[in-house]
């Protein structure tokens, strides 16, 4: 079962990749490295793995501290503070997070969700889940969901 969900993310990751092509990185990425960031206009999909205790209080990449149970992620190639908006493809759910933090290097995962957006998203027993990235806009842009979430 595993595999499969794994085959399919991989599968409609690479049809995104080759879809939309890849863009150059700015800022955010080193000079001629390759993002396949979400757009306004189009979704990324892949496998989201979630992060909690471990992590909980310490310093993430935007200097920010990490609280497991705010609606936060880690995604490499957005800017700090976009917010996206993530929907669990086996059960439909979705939830809007704010990127805070950046993924472990060489995680395959498109996004690192914490413990209380996993738990939004309906896997928070679970080790990853199929998911749809989808760019809403920037904390300045888009109105920021409630800094913790009902889980609590």
């Known amino acids: 079962m595993r595999k499969q969900i794994l085959s399919r993310a991989c599968g409609l990751a690479a049809i995104v990749v080759l879809g939309l092509g890849a863009a150059q990185a700015g800022p955010r990425g080193a ?3 390759t993002s396949t960031a979400p757009t306004a206009a189009s979704e990324q999909f892949g496998v989201a793995s979630w992060y909690g205790e471990d992590h909980d209080g310490r310093v993430t990449a935007s200097g920010e501290r990490f609280d497991m149970y705010g609606l936060t992620a880690a995604y490499a190639a957005l800017p700090f503070n976009s917010v996206v908006e993530v929907t669990n493809m ?22 690192v969700v914490s413990k209380a957006a996993a738990a939004n998203l309906g896997f928070s027993h679970a080790l990853s889940a199929p998911v749809r990235v989808r760019l ?14 009902q889980w609590r």
């Open 31 to 33: 000079p001629g490295q």
């Open 90 to 111: 086996d059960n439909g759910r979705r939830v809007d997070l704010r990127v805070i933090d950046r993924p472990a290097p060489g995680k395959a995962d498109v996004i």
């Open 136 to 149: 809403v806009g920037t904390q300045q842009q888009a109105a920021l969901p409630a800094a913790a979430s």
